[in-house]
T-cell receptor, first 112, second 117 residues
């Protein structure tokens, strides 16, 4: 069975500060891992994905995530937050089958 | 134009009414999904379809049914709506041909906000 835990339902940062959104997963097989972003009144869109290539994955809008097998983590970071980064972020895991398990989401607030 | 469209975008209905939510895609993907999003719960899979003749229940299919009318169309029905089906509903697609299944990203529609009074 697979599961995803996102630590913190809400995260608030100042504009220009580091963004760190935490995700831990559980999987009995090598996982595929994803981060999606949801802006208000929109569907989810892919930020980045890990598919067993490089452990440091770079995505759109300056975000990146590092796969750490020993810690079963896939945390999302961005060096400098921008107001436009305010959104809800979802971590997701798949075992290569039909199903993708989504975390509960973390809402990011960016203060001016 | 959007690749995955959903209609309607918003719907208010009453308990006991039959409701259909529609999804169309122009991405040429074979796999389609229906999810429900509730605050604090993330996305839960209702139904998924790997092609027109293959439809499968997800984790929360009770009270819902689906129809895959064509590769590009996948509709979700609530036969008799109840208030706890009030939620945001998303359709998504993925392509099984572009790499191993599971490594494929899903593409989401803009969602339908359904309120059952």
């Amino acid at each position: 069975a697979q599961s995803v835990t996102q630590l913190g339902s809400h995260v608030s940062v100042s504009e220009g500060a580091l963004v760190l959104l935490r995700c831990n997963y559980s999987s009995s097989v090598p996982p595929y891992l994803f981060w999606y972003v949801q802006y208000p009144n929109q569907g989810l869109q892919l930020l980045l994905k890990y598919t067993s290539a490089a452990t440091l994955v770079k995505g759109i809008n300056g975000f990146e995530a590092e796969f750490k097998k020993s810690e079963t983590s896939f945390h999302l970071t961005k060096p400098s937050a921008h107001m436009s980064d305010a959104a809800e972020y979802f971590c997701a895991v798949s075992d290569g089958g039909f199903k993708t398990i989504f975390g509960a989401g973390t809402r990011l607030f960016v203060k001016a | 134009d959007a690749d995955v469209t959903q209609t309607p975008r918003n719907r208010i209905t009453k308990t006991g009414k039959r409701i259909m939510l529609e999804c169309s895609q122009t991405k040429g993907h074979d796999r389609m999904y229906w999810y429900r999003q509730d605050p604090g719960l993330g996305l839960q899979l209702i139904y998924y379809s790997f092609d027109v003749k293959d439809i499968n229940k997800g984790e929360i299919s009770d009270g819902y049914s689906v129809s895959r009318q064509a590769q590009a169309k996948f509709s979700l029905s609530l036969e008799s709506a109840i208030p706890n089906q009030t939620a945001l509903y998303f359709c998504a697609t993925s392509d099984s041909a572009s790499g191993r299944a599971g490594s494929n990203e899903q593409f989401f529609g803009p969602g339908t906000r359904l309120t059952v009074l």
